[in-house]
């Protein structure tokens, strides 16, 4: 069963801490993204990565990074200098030359201690 | 800046009514726009798309209505089901989309039986 797996659910943040969000996908998808959603906000770009060892910071990368090790895993940390970290966090994939069409994850909710 | 701009931010229609959601844009880079459906809890999942040389896209009972020289698009949902219900995101992608997709804040729709 093809897709992407986000993981954990719920995940909870102390003050001062660095709390990492697991990504894996099966698709054979190149290209991976990191998206933070707020109510009402919408979604904002956060990293993407178009191959294995390379990626770009978005709109939003203050207080983020990440890895890309290997092709089917994106991982986001989120350090204790992102000072609001509570929201929605979605990753995707897509083939190269084709990021439109997104497909996302089932998201991880992190909320503050 | 917001590069995309949705509304209304909420919409309640009557069950079998028409559901209308409106983008604008500015950024004349934008090459491909696609539309985003989205449950609670869930990641959004790719619903339709259209390119700027076509005025209309229809799959079922949604449409995209697009207006290059306006730069804006709209959604139209016909014959709204309470199962439509959901968040639904406008987006657009740059020539080249290496940097994924820019979203509108979105709209929660909510279809009264």
């Known amino acids: 069963d093809g897709g992407i797996t986000q993981s954990p659910k719920y995940l909870f943040r102390k003050e001062g801490q660095n709390v990492t969000l697991s990504c894996e996908q099966n698709?054979?998808?190149?290209?991976m993204y990191w998206y933070r959603q707020d109510p009402g906000q919408g979604l904002r770009l956060i990293y993407y990565?178009?191959?294995?060892?390379?990626?770009q910071k978005g709109d939003i990368a203050e207080g983020y990074s990440v890895s890309r090790e290997k092709k089917e895993s994106f991982p986001l940390t989120v350090t204790s200098a992102q000072k609001n970290p509570t929201a929605f966090y979605l990753c995707?994939?897509?083939?190269?030359?084709?990021?439109?069409?997104?497909?996302f994850g089932s998201g991880t909710q992190l909320s503050v201690l | 800046q917001q590069q995309v701009k949705q509304s209304p931010q909420s919409l309640i229609v009557q069950k079998g009514g028409i559901s209308i959601i409106n983008c604008a844009y500015e950024?004349?880079?934008?090459?491909?726009f696609p539309w985003y459906q989205q449950f609670p809890g869930k990641g959004p999942a790719l619903l339709i798309a259209?390119?700027?040389?076509?005025s209309e896209k229809k799959e079922g009972r949604f449409t995209i209505s697009f207006n290059k020289s306006a730069k804006q698009f709209s959604l139209h949902i016909m014959d709204s089901q309470p199962g439509d219900s959901a968040t639904y995101f406008c987006?657009?992608?740059?020539?080249?989309?290496?940097?994924?997709?820019?979203f509108g804040k979105g709209t929660h729709l909510i279809i009264q039986p």
């Open positions: 995707a994939s897509s083939f190269p030359g084709r990021s439109s069409e997104l497909f």
């Open positions: 698709l054979n998808h190149d290209a």
């Open positions: 990565s178009q191959i294995v060892n390379d990626f």
């Open positions: 950024n004349t880079a934008f090459d491909y």
């Open positions: 259209i390119r700027p040389d076509v």
């Open positions: 987006a657009a992608r740059a020539g080249g989309g290496a940097d994924g997709l820019t």
